[in-house]
């Protein structure tokens, strides 16, 4: 019988200025509700830094994201839906 063992979502998005990508965020969350670190990669320096208020409102959705897919896997637990 075959059994799954872990599941996870992986979520990877990209702050994008004038077409341009600044940063690129990297984030997993485990079929057990826990999150690993979240991890970012800046990909234009002077972009990045020339736009840091609008990269740290992405941020903030990339967090915000990331908590509302943690929160689905934590209820299938707790509904007892979990794989």
């Given at each position: 019988?075959?059994?799954?063992?872990q599941?996870?979502?992986?979520?990877?998005?990209?702050?994008?200025?004038?077409?341009?990508?600044?940063?690129?965020?990297?984030?997993?969350?485990?079929?057990?509700?826990?999150?690993?670190?979240?991890?970012?990669?800046?990909?234009?320096?002077?972009?990045?830094?020339?736009?840091?208020?609008?990269?740290?409102?992405?941020?903030?959705?990339m967090?915000?994201k990331?908590?509302?897919?943690?929160?689905?896997?934590?209820q299938?637990?707790?509904?007892?839906?979990?794989?």
């Amino acid at each position: 019988m075959l059994k799954v063992n872990q599941k996870s979502i992986s979520l990877t998005m990209t702050s994008v200025i004038d077409g341009k990508e600044a940063v690129t965020y990297v984030a997993t969350v485990k079929s057990d509700g826990t999150m690993m670190p979240m991890s970012q990669h800046i990909d234009d320096n002077t972009l990045y830094l020339a736009n840091l208020t609008e990269i740290n409102k992405d941020l903030a959705k990339m967090q915000a994201k990331c908590f509302e897919e943690q929160a689905k896997i934590m209820q299938e637990i707790v509904d007892g839906k979990e794989e």
